[in-house]
């Protein structure tokens, strides 16, 4: 069965993933089919980038996402959506007004 997880990159203390479509027997780092994108968790605003057709086409074969590129695809899909941390803090600030 093939997933489509995050893959580490980068350095020490300033991790990268590449977003791959992958075999699950193989390990995070291991062997993949092929690179759909890229997530940096270092920047602010536009922090990821997929290609959507590769991903669709991956779907359709009986990929499954993990629960973090699930979430990536989904703002890929509809820009409007805010990350979910950024949710959790405004809840939080409206609690503490309120």
């Not at 092929?34 to 990821?48: P, V």
Request: charged fraction near 35%.
């Amino acid at each position: 069965m093939v997933k489509i997880r995050m893959r580490r990159t980068g350095c020490t203390n300033h991790a990268t993933y590449r977003i791959v479509a992958a075999d699950e027997r193989s390990p995070r780092d291991g062997k993949f089919l092929e690179i759909l994108g890229w997530y940096d968790t270092q920047i602010k605003d536009d922090n990821f980038k997929l290609d959507l057709a590769r991903v669709d086409y991956w779907l359709s074969k009986g990929a499954k996402p993990s629960t973090t590129v699930a979430s990536l695809i989904r703002r890929a899909k509809n820009p409007s959506l805010k990350p979910h941390h950024a949710v959790k803090a405004k809840k939080a600030e409206a609690k503490k007004e309120a």
